[in-house]
């Protein structure tokens, strides 16, 4: 079973400020997809990552993929009350993989 | 556009009950898979169905049945409940889009308690 690691479990902090999230893990994924979850939704898909070293930007929030597609964080910039919930990160293990590898998730809080 | 619907959106169940869980999609998705979530412990893939009339365990199969009745829906059952199923139960589908093949899009959830 290939795990996913987040960190930090748990982030709460002032409206305003900045932060990273990190999903690791010892394998290399195909592809690695990020999603928020907000209390009694069910996860929605932010973003996907397929090649090493990649980027994605949308609007304050930037993804990037590790060179050996292992790793993945998400940085969000001036952090806003709306973008408190669960952030989970997903990878896929490589070409015609049905399933998915999730992450246990980082629960953010950003307080007024 | 529906997406991903689930009924019921909440259940309680008494040990030893059954029950089904109804999952549709509008969007043409080939797979689909049914997850349950609880504190701490991520998602974890109970049954998924990569196409109408194929069904694979996943992670966490024992104690539920599926069936996929069409490519729209995918139902999951449980025959004989037990307390230790008390979760919340997502459906989703993924996209057959060329070089997004691993995105999937979740269903509101349904909360079940088994008492």
């Known amino acids: 079973t290939q795990l996913l690691e987040q960190s930090p479990q748990f982030l709460s902090i002032q409206e305003g400020e900045n932060l990273t999230v990190y999903c690791n893990s010892s394998s290399v994924f195909s592809s690695l997809q990020w999603y928020r979850q907000e209390p009694g939704e069910g996860p929605v898909l932010l973003v996907t990552?397929?090649?090493?070293?990649e980027v994605k930007k949308l609007k304050r929030l930037t993804f990037q993929f590790g060179d050996a597609r292992k790793d993945s964080s998400l940085h969000i910039t001036a952090a806003q009350p709306g973008d408190t919930g669960l952030y989970l990160c997903?990878?896929?293990?490589?070409?015609?993989?049905?399933?998915?590898?999730f992450g246990k998730g980082t629960k953010l809080s950003v307080i007024p | 556009n529906a997406g991903v619907t689930q009924t019921p959106k909440f259940q309680v169940l008494k040990t030893g009950q059954s029950m089904t869980l109804q999952c549709a999609q509008d969007?043409?998705?080939?797979?689909m898979y049914w997850y349950r979530q609880d504190p701490g412990m991520g998602l974890r893939l109970i049954y998924y169905s990569a196409s109408e009339g194929t069904t694979d365990k996943g992670e966490v199969p024992n104690g539920y049945n599926v069936s996929r009745l069409n490519k729209r829906e995918f139902s999951l059952r449980l025959e004989s409940a037990a307390p230790s199923q008390t979760s919340v139960y997502f459906c989703?589908?993924?996209?057959?889009?060329?070089?997004?093949?691993?995105?999937?899009?979740f269903g509101p959830g349904t909360r079940l308690t088994v008492t």
């Open positions: 990552v397929v090649t090493g070293g």
């Open positions: 997903a990878g896929a293990q490589g070409a015609g993989s049905y399933q998915l590898t």
């Open positions: 969007m043409n998705h080939n797979s």
């Open positions: 989703a589908s993924r996209t057959d889009r060329v070089g997004f093949s691993y995105e999937q899009y």
